[in-house]
């Protein structure tokens, strides 16, 4: 008898934080359910895949880069031209791992490795995290029928929503039971309404100023806030200066563990990417989703179903102002019931348990392709 070996997975998701950090929750979650199994990722030297992928103790093969035209039109027609080399590369890692299933999430990375998937029969399994399906995913749904999303609203053949991929320490997170130990750790009061701000890893200019000008609105409702500005940031911003006995008002450059940040926290103020909108929901944080006025207003699409759902509040982010803060945000921070309202609101929109959902299938579709005659 054969003994079966090891289940062999590559991951596609590179280039964006985006991207990476779903893929990578994916494997870790693999790992836990398959110790064994052999996961390989491509990236690039473009974008943060050299960064990130080792980092998180995955072994990683580089790739040529090829852009793709954001819309299906004539310019993609031209890039199969621009992929072979990319292609080729994939394939060649594909063979030399033995490859039994594609993993993509899309990006730089992905359409490469699935061309090269489907030239040799082997299963793909796409998720999108994002609400406007990318081009290589778009692409992709024609190549198989295992496709998965964050949200129902994504329209794709085939698809099944479950979220996206998190972080164990943020799918499991107990908001209640940490929230006085993460309120010490930034040095927070324990009692009293907590604004988090943040505007994602590289921070944002027009969430910072919004914010540090309502300062003094905030601590006169008696709102405590954590404001991550982002690493380059932190010469922009005005800190108010400390006032004693009046609501704190915390300024970091960067904070490593999030669940910290949002157990401390009763509600946000932030952009709406595909993870940051998906880690909220988990938890059960509602927020003030202010997108980035960027790649056709991709950011919005995310953050509609939540506040659609009651889960949050949406501005454009030329009429996010101090006074807008004082004016939406402040009347239902500081109002226990309506944070308790919105918050169930948006646990509801949310989903734990991607990561598992997602192993667990790519594990049943690589038994599926060993009965039907894949390598072992």
């Not at 035209?69 to 890039?79: G, S």
């Not at 994002?130 to 190549?143: K, L, P, S, T």
């Not at 999303?149 to 929503?161: C, G, K, Y």
Request: glycine share 8%; with cysteine.
């Amino acid at each position: 008898m054969t003994a079966v070996t090891a289940p062999r997975i590559v991951v596609a998701g590179g280039h964006s934080a985006g991207h990476i950090e779903p893929a990578m929750n994916f494997a870790d979650a693999l790992r836990r359910l398959a110790p064994d199994a052999e996961i390989t990722a491509l990236g690039t030297e473009r974008g943060l895949d050299t960064t990130l992928i080792p980092a998180r103790g995955y072994p990683l093969e580089l790739i040529p880069p090829v852009p793709l035209p954001r819309r299906l039109n004539r310019a993609l027609l031209a890039t199969p031209a621009r992929l072979n080399a990319s292609v080729r590369a994939a394939g060649d890692v594909l063979d030399r791992v033995r490859a039994e299933a594609v993993v993509g999430f899309g990006g730089y990375v992905a359409m490469p490795a699935y061309v090269a998937a489907r030239r040799r029969h082997i299963p793909i399994v796409i998720h999108e995290a994002n609400a406007r399906a990318g081009v290589a995913n778009r692409v992709a749904v024609r190549m198989t029928r295992h496709v998965f999303t964050a949200s129902p609203d994504v329209r794709l053949p085939n698809a099944v929503a479950i979220g996206i991929p998190l972080r164990p320490a943020i799918a499991t997170l107990d908001r209640a039971a940490l929230r006085t130990q993460a309120r010490e750790r930034f040095g927070l009061k324990p009692d009293g309404p907590v604004l988090l701000v943040t505007g994602g890893s590289q921070g944002a200019r027009a969430i910072n100023w919004a914010v540090s000008q309502a300062a003094p609105a905030l601590r006169a409702a008696g709102v405590q806030v954590l404001h991550i500005v982002g690493p380059n940031n932190v010469d922009d911003v005005a800190v108010p200066p400390d006032v004693p006995g009046a609501a704190p008002y915390v300024v970091l450059p960067y904070v490593d563990e999030m669940q910290y940040a949002y157990a401390a926290a009763d509600m946000v103020l932030c952009r709406s990417g595909a993870m940051t909108c998906a880690e909220l929901t988990a938890v059960g944080l509602p927020a003030a989703y202010v997108p980035l006025p960027l790649r056709g207003g991709e950011q919005r699409l995310n953050a509609v179903p939540i506040v659609d759902a009651g889960g949050g509040l949406l501005v454009d982010n030329d009429d996010l102002t101090p006074q807008w803060i004082v004016d939406n945000v402040v009347p239902r921070i500081t109002e226990p019931a309506t944070v308790a309202a919105m918050s169930a609101a948006a646990a509801h929109a949310g989903n734990r348990d991607a990561d598992v959902v997602l192993a667990r299938h790519v594990l049943n579709v690589v038994a599926e392709h060993r009965q039907l005659g894949g390598t072992q």
